[in-house]
């Protein structure tokens, strides 16, 4: 049976309270645009964002293999973190949060799975870390793509505000200590690549210098004279 009782005495449920109201309160067409974005805008948009990042940064950098290597290490880190959280779920056994309370306005029908950590949560955060390892202002605009995931899942009521922040802490977490061999071995194979037909996915071809005019100085035009 669902409990209320005690909900204000806890911050975590307090606060699931405070931000699923806005979904009691927003109109239609705004609940049902934030469903869209939590569950598959806001990922879509990060995996552009990482594609955009490939294409015209990490291809233009000075050093474009290793920077290559952290654009791909930002999906394989998502991947990653998706695959730890399974046991995690195993392990904790944590219910949603309208299974456990009442007056919950869930958005999302048809969600199952236990609630700690948050899938999204934890896929938006290691893609935000690999990119800003690769450029800050890429990783800023991923950052809050991450953040806006989180808040979403606490206002559509499937999660807990501390699911998600479990979500960011595993995420982060796989970018950042998995990183070191990672990059290494991602960066070899990138430098590999460069030599290979599939160079200029790895570094944007160079072209040669326009061809400047050429301009008669002022001892040429004594000499002509």
Same mark, same amino acid.
């Given at each position: 049976?669902?409990?209320?009782?005690?909900?204000?005495?806890?911050?975590?449920?307090?606060?699931?309270?405070?931000?699923?109201?806005?979904?009691?309160?927003?109109?239609?067409?705004?609940?049902?645009?934030?469903?869209?974005?939590?569950?598959?805008?806001?990922?879509?948009?990060?995996?552009?964002?990482?594609?955009?990042?490939?294409?015209?940064?990490?291809?233009?950098?000075?050093?474009?293999?290793?920077?290559?290597?952290?654009?791909?290490?930002?999906?394989?880190?998502?991947?990653?973190?998706?695959?730890?959280?399974?046991?995690?779920?195993?392990?904790?056994?944590?219910?949603?949060?309208?299974?456990?309370?009442?007056?919950?306005?869930?958005?999302?029908? %048809?969600?199952?799975?236990?609630?700690? @950590?948050?899938?999204?949560? &934890? +896929?938006? #955060? !290691?893609? *935000?870390?690999? $990119?800003?390892?690769?450029?800050?202002?890429?990783?800023?605009?991923?950052?809050?793509?991450?953040?806006?995931?989180?808040?979403?899942?606490?206002?559509? %009521?499937?999660?807990?505000?501390?699911? @998600?922040?479990?979500?960011? &802490? +595993?995420? #982060? !977490?796989? *970018?950042?200590? $998995?990183?070191?061999?990672?990059?290494?071995?991602?960066?070899?194979?990138?430098?590999?690549?460069?030599?290979?037909?599939?160079?200029?996915?790895?570094?944007?071809?160079?072209?040669?210098?326009?061809?400047?005019?050429?301009?008669?100085?002022? #001892?040429?035009?004594?000499?002509?004279?």
């Amino acid at each position: 049976m669902a409990e209320v009782a005690n909900d204000t005495a806890n911050p975590d449920i307090s606060l699931l309270h405070d931000i699923n109201d806005f979904a009691k309160q927003a109109p239609r067409g705004v609940d049902r645009a934030v469903e869209f974005m939590g569950e598959y805008g806001l990922v879509a948009l990060m995996l552009l964002l990482a594609g955009v990042c490939w294409w015209r940064v990490a291809r233009r950098s000075p050093d474009a293999p290793a920077a290559v290597a952290g654009v791909l290490w930002s999906g394989l880190a998502a991947g990653i973190a998706l695959l730890l959280n399974l046991p995690i779920r195993a392990l904790v056994q944590r219910p949603r949060p309208f299974v456990e309370h009442d007056g919950i306005d869930v958005l999302v029908h %048809g969600t199952t799975g236990y609630a700690f @950590v948050s899938a999204h949560a &934890a +896929l938006t #955060a !290691a893609m *935000a870390v690999g $990119l800003f390892m690769v450029s800050r202002k890429v990783g800023v605009l991923a950052i809050v793509l991450a953040l806006a995931e989180g808040f979403s899942r606490v206002y559509l %009521g499937v999660q807990y505000p501390t699911d @998600v922040i479990g979500g960011f &802490a +595993l995420g #982060a !977490a796989t *970018a950042l200590l $998995l990183a070191p061999l990672a990059l290494a071995l991602l960066t070899s194979l990138a430098t590999t690549l460069t030599h290979t037909r599939a160079a200029p996915l790895i570094r944007t071809p160079h072209h040669p210098p326009r061809p400047t005019p050429f301009r008669h100085s002022a #001892a040429d035009k004594d000499l002509a004279a």
